[in-house]
Nanobody, 123 residues
Framework: QVQLVESGGGSVQTGGSLRLSCAGS??????????MGWIREAPGKGREGVAR??????YYSDSVKGRFTISQDNANGTLYLQMNNLKPEDTAMYYC????????????????WGQGTQVTVSS
């Protein structure tokens, strides 16, 4: 069992910043936290993998590269997403996820998901 709880969402203006956090717990969390990521979903759009960290290496979607930074607390595995220079198109529900399937790490393969935190960017 893994429980993931996101926090830090909110409403900001274009160019603003937010920092999302994802705290994990549960009997399988230690195993699953080698692969963690952030996925967003906006109304009328599909899910987009924003960023993930897999065995210490970070990967980003082209849409956020250079603006978002994913990081992880090595002590407790808490996952963060620092979002700078936010744009209206970043408006979405942001989900934290963890765990691999078949050895793969990514939006299609994450085994555990949080409930999401809303990010709204106004122009």
């Amino acid at each position: 069992q893994v429980q993931l709880v996101e926090s830090g969402g909110g409403s900001v203006q274009t160019g603003g910043s937010l920092r999302l956090s994802c705290a994990g717990s549960g009997s399988e969390y230690t195993t699953s936290r080698d692969c963690m990521g952030w996925i967003r979903e906006a109304p009328g759009k599909g899910r987009e993998g924003v960023a993930r960290v897999y065995i210490g290496r970070a990967y980003y979607s082209d849409s956020v590269k250079g603006r978002f930074t994913i990081s992880q607390d090595n002590a407790n595995g808490t996952l963060y997403l620092q979002m700078n220079n936010l744009k209206p198109e970043d408006t979405a529900m942001y989900y934290c996820a963890s765990g691999t399937s078949g050895g793969f790490c990514g939006p299609t393969y994450f085994r555990h998901w949080g409930q999401g935190t809303q990010v709204t960017v106004s122009s």
